[in-house]
């Protein structure tokens, strides 16, 4: 959810939070198996066609399109695509294994560990379990964003939460508390990784 929150924020040129109804749609997306790569660039043209679009929902017909299209060409991803193959999979790992190393903090030793625990995996195994491997992603992603959360110094964390809860404003009345507290937090954990540059390595 936070690389689409990340990617219509690219286009608006705004914060923007997944409403209730843009959430549940993209969580409907996940599971039937629609790739975030096919999201993203159903998102770039939506707002191609349409410039000031304001939601996930106006780009739902480009996504849906796309989807039933079969497979897409990687190369439009980019990086904002995901990985789809273990050997994508390695890649993105080594990027953040090496962001990992380039921060001097004991808070990321965990982070750390877990990356290089999944590197030794592919580097042994041509056709590991992908089930077992999505489940280590997320937990690594779930690892990574505590850890950079507990990194930030207090004047960066009361920056950030100012930031997120300037953007929840615009939201308030319209949306469920629950929600919308729900968002805020979501928000912050993407601006703390954002802040020290860690990819996020989940697929699927």
Request: proline share 5%; aromatic share 4%; glycine share 8%.
């Amino acid at each position: 959810m936070e690389a689409i929150e990340a990617h219509l924020r690219r286009h608006r040129g705004t914060e923007h939070v997944l409403s209730p109804r843009d959430f549940a749609l993209a969580r409907g997306w996940y599971e039937t198996g629609v790739p975030l790569a096919v999201v993203l660039v159903g998102v770039d043209r939506a707002f191609e066609a349409t410039p000031d679009a304001t939601a996930l929902a106006f780009c739902r017909r480009r996504v849906e399109e796309l989807a039933a299209s079969g497979p897409l060409e990687r190369a439009r991803g980019g990086g904002a695509g995901e990985a789809s193959t273990p050997g994508d999979v390695a890649e993105v790992l080594g990027l953040l294994h090496q962001r990992l190393v380039e921060l001097p903090r004991p808070g990321f030793a965990l982070a750390l560990r877990k990356t290089e625990e999944v590197q030794d995996l592919l580097a042994v195994a041509a056709r590991p379990n992908w089930d077992y491997l999505r489940r280590k992603l997320m937990e690594i992603d779930e690892v990574v964003s505590v850890a950079a959360l507990e990194a930030l110094s207090p004047e960066e964390t009361g920056r950030i939460q100012v930031e997120a809860a300037r953007a929840a404003e615009r939201h308030r009345g319209r949306v469920a508390p629950a929600a919308l507290d729900d968002a805020v937090r979501r928000l912050v954990r993407q601006r703390a990784r954002e802040h020290f540059r860690l990819l996020r390595v989940a697929v699927g």
